[in-house]
């Protein structure tokens, strides 16, 4: 469920909202009034916003969580709008406009938010249920001391690899970039490759990199540091997988599905824990999980840790109620946050007491996933927004694919970044 898959709209979401009241479905519509269809005594009417999540059944758990809110707080309705395609876009457009929504999700954390005055600091509805949140999900939100959000569910991403492939192959999976970039390699047949990253062959592969060599993206404040030694040095090595033609390009769906797994394209896959039961559905316990190895020696093995968070729209007509609304599904309702990281797809619940009864996250691959997030999962920055990423990767691609001085294209790119990060309000 992370933010990765706009095109999942084609699926055949149901599109607009529906309007909850005093736990009822009242009515259905795409009416840009926030306050339509109000009655049975709500005195205020939430527009709650979600992106077209892919796994089938999420849209119908998130109206029966507005149902049960209604139900226990009949003095606020709530509209939820199902939003498909490009939600970035499309949550910042409607920002803009009279029709904004009170409370919407962002898929990886943008301080940008924060420092505009967009989103509204929370720590007031955490009580004494932040000390139960997870570290990562604590730290993601957190500017300048305050907390702007509250983490839904963890997405884990890491290494998926075909037990019995490798065994063939006489491979032991790989915990270094060598062994990574050397059984790719051995893997990589005629008919098929040895590892998918990406339809562009890039993926999140640049980012893991740098931090696997002991780099970082940026700094906490605010300055970029992806052109240190460390970065080109791992983003340069990077051109290994190129040069050996050993990375599947060009499938027909992306890195975060599983279809190129499943499928027997590839032997190996970085994808997300979301996708784990699908895979265990195609291919039983043949199947193994591992963190994105370390560069070289005194690097480290890295998971990415995504996710979504519920935000607050400081500008919005309803604050209070939108607090109520976050404050009790997300940080009150330990059940539903269960269901929501369980049952439609695998995801981690940012809370530590819900995830320790998240019994289909207790065994296996899953426990193991679980595990790899809490040793070596990073985020990416809350600076990390469209234009410091879009510098960052079109560099990356560059030199991955030998076109240019890397030194002299990381260097421009980080000129780039640190420019759009300078630029943000209140820094």
Known sequence: ?????????????????????????????????????????????????????????????VLRYATAFTKANPDIAVKVTWVPGDYSAKLNAGLLT??????????????????????????????????DFNANA????????????????????????????????????????????????????????????????IGDAPGLAVWSNGGDLVTPDGTVAFGSAQALEAITGLGRLHDDKSLLLGFTTDWWDPAAFTQGVVPMQWCGLWAMPAITAALGDDFGVLPWPAFKAGGTPVVRVGGWTSNVNAKGRNVAAAKRFVQWLWVGQADLQKDFAESYGFHVPPRTSVA???????????????????????????????????????????IVQGKGDPAALLAGAVKKAQSEIDQTPGR
């Not at 289909?360 to 691959?365: D, M, P, V």
């Not at 040793?375 to 920055?381: A, E, F, I, S, V």
């Open 138 to 201: 604590l730290s993601s939100v957190t500017v300048d001391g305050k907390l702007h959000g509250v983490k839904m569910i963890d997405d884990v991403m890491m290494l998926y690899y075909r037990k019995s492939a490798l065994a063939k192959a006489g491979i032991t999976p790989p915990t270094t970039f060598d062994g990574l970039v050397a059984a790719a390699k051995a893997l990589t047949t005629e008919r098929t490759k040895g590892l998918f990253i990406g339809n562009d062959g």
């Open 356 to 398: 320790a009864t998240a019994q289909k996250l207790s065994t296996g691959a899953a426990q193991e996933t679980v595990a790899l997030a809490a040793k070596y999962g990073k985020h990416n920055p809350g600076t990390w927004d469209t234009a410091v990423s879009n510098a960052f990767n079109a560099a990356a691609a560059e």
């Open 98 to 131: 009279d029709a904004a929504p009170d409370v919407f999700e962002t898929g990886d954390f943008r301080e940008r938010y924060a420092r505009s005055g967009q989103i509204a600091a929370l720590d007031d509805i955490y009580g004494d249920a932040k000390s």
């Open 1 to 61: 469920m992370s933010a990765r898959r706009p095109d999942l709209s084609r699926r055949g979401f149901l599109t607009g909202s529906l309007l909850i009241t005093a736990g009822t479905v009242l009515a259905t519509g795409c009416s840009s009034d926030p306050m339509a269809g109000s009655s049975s005594g709500a005195q205020t009417t939430l527009n709650v916003w979600y992106h077209a999540y892919g796994e089938a059944g999420t849209q119908q758990a």
